[in-house]
């Protein structure tokens, strides 16, 4: 602490110098000094600056009293804020050593926890001599100029409505990420949110619930965008969002989706459930200005398809985005109407040249544009969640047709059933699978599940302990498309597969390429001696059959044997292609 009027109160009284006795001034000056708004100090120069005097102003501001400052030399320190301390013990130190004049800002944490702002304004005294006697200052409390000050600062950057950045702040937010993106070569996304007929609802309503829903909204939209990202009230009734990390087209989509579903969602108000809805324009770019104009001209677009909600600048994207969502429409009412069906590849014993089961491959028969791959829609299915509902049919379907197969050939067949990661992830997917095996009842030790490794990517303990309940039920678990993925071997040890299926790749090439063979035989060999059963995918030649036969691979699957296909056109079809 520190100041500079001279220490009257505490100098030995001087006969020949004052003019008045020393005890008058001494009271003269005390009462002054306990009235003023500030506290007075007097510190010693000693290593722990012990304290000599504290006028008692300092016990209602900080809660303690005038003998605790005096007796407990660290209590200084330990109440300076963190942030602070190590300025502070450094203007401090500075001051003792070249006796300059102290004056600084800091926070102390007062006794109940408040935090009290102080300006400390203070000067070393000196004797005749020009030695220095002690340090002498006063401490102004200026906290309610600080929360002033934080106030102002918080009007200026903030809506003061929805508590969401300002238009201008917004502005410097974005041309912030725009510079962080630009270097690194990247476009920054921007969404331009418009509330639908919020004039409607001011007029019908009146101001303070259309108040109410722009808080909320303001609300909902803060809480839908990612930690780094920037949620902004324009003005009105329009909101943006500046996408901080580098997005793709889709995951922007994604974020305008949440967006829209949040906003959608009723508002409480006193006459009952409130419904609005928005419209947002997407732009990516690198210029603050035209990417807010580019957002803006895309939002009025997207007021014109009220039933997507959103659209882009960019055309290209936009119809990319209408065809996706359109899709995703008929992809729903495509589940519910029964479009889809399976295809059946038959997988074959490479010693013993028989059939051993079959693969279910699901099909969508799209009303209009014909019959499509997986490949088509199964990343859809599994990005808008329709693929849980979807799996559970494949299951069904595949068991109860494993079941007629095995009536009619009188024997064992498997079924092979891709699962993706979606389903897996589902917490009912144990009960799906015991369903489709109840349904049909098919052996459960006849159903193959294929998992690949990208849906086994993010399993965690939970999927683990799905699948162990699942292999005690009795059945099979395969893992698809191996080595393709990243961490092929850890999954081996991870979790309880059974049968390997060798991807396409690596046999593609076999009879042509000499490396591919080494690495067709490594991966056998690796699969030998961790007992595991080996399918060979996509083996389309005699000579690729010839191969994997020799190289001791125990089944195979792939257009030689037999293309995926309906089992009625195959029922009349008894022989297999090859073997
Ligand atoms: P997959 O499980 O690896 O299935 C094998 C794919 O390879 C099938 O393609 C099959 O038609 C194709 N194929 C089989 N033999 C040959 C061959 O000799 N040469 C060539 N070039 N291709 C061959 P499809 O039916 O288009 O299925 C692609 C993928 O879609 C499947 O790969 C599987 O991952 C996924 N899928 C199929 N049905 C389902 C399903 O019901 N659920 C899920 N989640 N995914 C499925
Ligand atoms: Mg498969
Ligand atoms: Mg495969």
Same mark, same amino acid.
């Given at each position: 602490?520190?100041?500079? +009027?001279?220490? !009257?109160?505490?100098? $030995?009284?001087?006969?020949?110098?004052?003019?008045?006795?020393?005890?008058?001034?001494?009271?003269?000056? @005390?009462? !002054?000094?306990? %009235?003023?708004?500030?506290?007075?100090?007097?510190?010693?120069?000693?290593?722990?600056?012990?304290?000599?005097?504290?006028?008692?102003?300092?016990?209602?501001?900080?809660?303690?009293?005038?003998?605790?400052?005096?007796?407990?030399?660290?209590?200084?320190? @330990?109440?300076?804020?963190?942030?602070?301390?190590?300025?502070?013990?450094?203007?401090?130190?500075?001051?003792?050593?070249?006796?300059?004049?102290?004056?600084?800002?800091?926070?102390?944490?007062?006794?109940?926890?408040?935090?009290?702002?102080?300006?400390?304004?203070?000067?070393?005294?000196?004797?005749?001599? =020009?030695?220095?006697?002690?340090?002498?200052?006063?401490? #102004?409390?200026?906290?309610?100029?600080?929360?002033?000050?934080?106030? !102002?600062?918080?009007?200026?950057?903030?809506?003061?409505?929805?508590?969401?950045?300002?238009?201008?702040?917004? %502005?410097?937010?974005?041309? %912030?990420?725009?510079?962080? @993106?630009?270097? $690194? =070569?990247?476009?920054?996304?921007?969404?331009?949110?418009?509330? &639908?007929?919020? /004039?409607?609802?001011?007029?019908?309503?009146?101001?303070?619930?259309?108040?109410?829903?722009?808080?909320?909204?303001?609300?909902?939209?803060?809480?839908?965008?990612?930690?780094?990202?920037?949620?902004?009230?324009?003005?009105?009734?329009?909101?943006?969002?500046? #996408?901080?990390?580098?997005?793709?087209?889709?995951?922007?989509?994604?974020?305008?989706?949440?967006? #829209?579903?949040?906003?959608?969602?009723?508002?409480?108000?006193?006459?009952?459930?409130?419904?609005?809805?928005?419209?947002?324009?997407?732009?990516?770019?690198?210029?603050?200005?035209?990417?807010? /104009?580019?957002?803006?001209?895309?939002?009025?677009?997207?007021?014109?398809?009220?039933?997507?909600?959103?659209?882009?600048?960019?055309?290209?994207? &936009?119809?990319?985005?209408?065809?996706?969502? /359109?899709?995703?429409?008929?992809?729903?009412?495509?589940?519910?109407?029964?479009?889809?069906?399976?295809?059946?590849? +038959?997988?074959?014993?490479? =010693?013993?040249?028989?059939?051993?089961?079959?693969?279910?491959?699901?099909?969508?028969?799209?009303?209009?544009?014909?019959?499509?791959?997986?490949?088509?829609?199964?990343?859809?299915?599994?990005?808008?969640?329709?693929?849980? =509902?979807?799996?559970?049919?494949?299951?069904?379907?595949?068991?109860?047709?494993?079941?007629?197969?095995?009536?009619?050939?009188?024997?064992?067949?498997?079924?092979?059933?891709?699962?993706?990661?979606?389903?897996?992830?589902?917490?009912?997917?144990?009960?799906?699978?015991?369903?489709?095996?109840?349904?049909?009842?098919?052996?459960?030790?006849?159903?193959?599940?294929?998992?690949?490794?990208?849906?086994?990517?993010?399993?965690?303990?939970?999927?683990?302990?799905? !699948?162990?309940?699942?292999?005690?039920?009795?059945?099979?678990?395969?893992? &698809? &498309?191996?080595?393709?993925?990243?961490?092929?071997?850890?999954?081996?040890?991870?979790?309880?597969?059974?049968?390997?299926?060798?991807?396409?790749?690596?046999?593609?090439?076999?009879?042509?390429?000499?490396?591919?063979?080494?690495?067709?035989?490594?991966?056998?060999?690796?699969?030998?001696?961790?007992?595991?059963?080996?399918?060979?995918?996509?083996?389309?030649?005699?000579?690729?059959?010839?191969?994997?036969?020799?190289?001791?691979?125990?089944?195979?699957?792939?257009?030689?044997?037999?293309?995926?296909? %309906?089992?009625?056109?195959?029922?009349?079809?008894?022989?297999?292609?090859?073997?």
């Amino acid at each position: 602490m520190s100041v500079s +009027a001279a220490p !009257l109160a505490f100098r $030995e009284y001087d006969d020949e110098n004052d003019p008045l006795p020393g005890d008058e001034v001494a009271r003269r000056y @005390r009462t !002054l000094i306990d %009235h003023l708004p500030l506290v007075v100090y007097v510190d010693a120069l000693d290593s722990v600056s012990s304290n000599i005097f504290t006028s008692p102003q300092i016990e209602p501001l900080l809660g303690y009293s005038v003998e605790e400052w005096k007796t407990d030399t660290d209590l200084f320190t @330990r109440l300076l804020h963190e942030e602070d301390r190590e300025r502070v013990l450094a203007s401090h130190a500075q001051t003792h050593e070249t006796h300059e004049p102290l004056s600084i800002e800091y926070r102390l944490i007062a006794r109940d926890g408040r935090i009290v702002w102080l300006r400390d304004e203070g000067v070393i005294v000196l004797d005749d001599h =020009g030695q220095p006697l002690y340090l002498q200052g006063y401490l #102004l409390d200026i906290t309610r100029e600080r929360e002033a000050e934080l106030q !102002l600062r918080q009007q200026a950057l903030y809506d003061t409505l929805t508590g969401l950045a300002n238009r201008a702040f917004f %502005h410097e937010r974005l041309r %912030h990420a725009i510079k962080l @993106r630009h270097e $690194e =070569g990247e476009a920054t996304g921007l969404l331009y949110v418009d509330l &639908d007929d919020f /004039k409607g609802i001011n007029d019908r309503w009146g101001h303070d619930l259309g108040d109410e829903v722009l808080r909320e909204i303001g609300r909902r939209i803060e809480q839908s965008v990612r930690p780094g990202d920037t949620a902004a009230r324009l003005g009105g009734d329009e909101f943006a969002v500046v #996408l901080t990390e580098p997005l793709t087209p889709e995951q922007a989509v994604g974020v305008a989706e949440r967006l #829209l579903k949040e906003i959608g969602k009723p508002l409480e108000s006193g006459s009952g459930p409130l419904y609005t809805s928005a419209s947002i324009g997407i732009a990516f770019g690198d210029h603050d200005e035209t990417l807010l /104009k580019e957002a803006d001209i895309a939002m009025y677009r997207a007021k014109a398809h009220p039933d997507l909600g959103y659209a882009f600048f960019d055309p290209e994207l &936009d119809r990319a985005a209408l065809d996706r969502s /359109k899709r995703i429409g008929e992809l729903r009412e495509g589940i519910a109407r029964g479009e889809f069906r399976l295809d059946y590849q +038959a997988v074959v014993d490479l =010693g013993r040249s028989s059939i051993t089961g079959y693969e279910a491959l699901v099909r969508w028969e799209h009303p209009t544009a014909g019959e499509l791959p997986p490949g088509e829609f199964i990343p859809l299915a599994e990005e808008t969640g329709l693929i849980v =509902g979807l799996g559970e049919w494949v299951l069904t379907e595949a068991c109860t047709e494993a079941t007629r197969l095995c009536q009619l050939h009188g024997r064992p067949m498997h079924m092979s059933v891709n699962v993706s990661a979606r389903q897996l992830h589902h917490p009912d997917f144990l009960r799906h699978v015991t369903r489709a095996i109840d349904a049909s009842a098919l052996m459960p030790s006849l159903l193959t599940l294929e998992l690949t490794e990208s849906t086994l990517l993010s399993s965690d303990e939970r999927v683990a302990e799905t !699948l162990r309940a699942i292999k005690e039920l009795g059945v099979v678990l395969a893992l &698809d &498309d191996f080595g393709t993925g990243y961490a092929s071997l850890s999954y081996l040890r991870q979790f309880p597969i059974d049968v390997v299926k060798i991807d396409r790749s690596f046999t593609a090439h076999v009879g042509t390429k000499d490396g591919d063979l080494v690495l067709l035989k490594g991966i056998i060999d690796l699969g030998h001696a961790l007992e595991l059963n080996l399918v060979a995918e996509g083996i389309e030649t005699s000579e690729q059959h010839t191969i994997v036969r020799k190289l001791g691979c125990q089944q195979a699957q792939g257009f030689y044997f037999g293309r995926p296909s %309906h089992p009625a056109q195959r029922d009349l079809d008894a022989s297999i292609g090859g073997i």
